[in-house]
C-alpha cells in the first residue's frame, strides 16, 4: 500500500510541475520584432541597472528610463519625463510573493521605438491589423487597447503603454 501511496504523490508531484510550466509558459509572451532593450516579462533579477536612469514615485518596483533618455526637473525640482523615452516598470512577477524581478510595465512615447513594426504615430488601421495577426483581442474600454492572456497593450495619445498583471495572492500590502 505504501508503494502506491509513494508512486501516486510522484505522479501527482509531476502532474503540477507539468501544470506549471504550462502556466508559466503561457504567462511568458513572446518577444515580437522590436528594438526595445527588454521585453515584458523578462526576468532581470540578474541585469544591473547601475547605467540607467531611475524615475522616481512608484511604490512596490522600480522604473528605469530607457538608454539614452534622461530625465528633467520643473520649477519644483520634481522629476518630469523627456517628451520622447522608453519607461520600464520592474515588479514582482507574475505574483507579488514571488520575489524575482521582471519587466512588467513599458510605456514608449518615442516614435522612433517599434513594436511589432508600429510606432506611436501609427494610424487606426495599422494597428488593429498587427495586433490581430498576433493573436490579440480588442478590449472595449481604455481607448484603443488589447489583451492577450495576462498581457495589455495599449495605444492613445502618442504612448503605447504594454503591461504584465501581476497577481497579489497574499494580499500584500506596499
Given at each position: 500500500m505504501k508503494k502506491r501511496t509513494g508512486i501516486a504523490v510522484v505522479i501527482l508531484?509531476?502532474?503540477?510541475?507539468?501544470?506549471?510550466?504550462?502556466?508559466?509558459?503561457?504567462?511568458?509572451?513572446?518577444?515580437?520584432?522590436?528594438?526595445?532593450?527588454?521585453?515584458?516579462?523578462d526576468n532581470v533579477d540578474d541585469f544591473d541597472f547601475s547605467g540607467y536612469q531611475p524615475r522616481f514615485g512608484l511604490m512596490g518596483g522600480r522604473e528605469y528610463y530607457g538608454t539614452g533618455y534622461s530625465p528633467g526637473t520643473d520649477e519644483n525640482g520634481q522629476q518630469t519625463d523627456p517628451e520622447?523615452?522608453?519607461?520600464?516598470?520592474v515588479?514582482?512577477?507574475?505574483?507579488?510573493s514571488s520575489g524575482k524581478s521582471h519587466v512588467t510595465g513599458i510605456a514608449v512615447t518615442d516614435p522612433a521605438v517599434t513594436v511589432w513594426g508600429l510606432t506611436t504615430e501609427s494610424s487606426h488601421a495599422e494597428i488593429e491589423a498587427v495586433m490581430q495577426n498576433n493573436g490579440y483581442e480588442r478590449q472595449t474600454t481604455g481607448g484603443i487597447t488589447y489583451r492577450k492572456g495576462n498581457i495589455t497593450v495599449r495605444?492613445?495619445?502618442?504612448v503605447i503603454t504594454i503591461r504584465a498583471e501581476v497577481s497579489n495572492i497574499f494580499g500584500i500590502v506596499f
Open positions: 508531484f509531476l502532474l503540477c510541475a507539468v501544470c506549471g510550466v504550462i502556466l508559466f509558459a503561457n504567462r511568458t509572451p513572446h518577444r515580437p520584432d522590436t528594438n526595445l532593450e527588454f521585453w515584458i516579462c520622447h523615452c522608453v519607461i520600464y516598470t515588479t514582482a512577477y507574475p505574483d507579488y495605444f492613445a495619445d502618442g
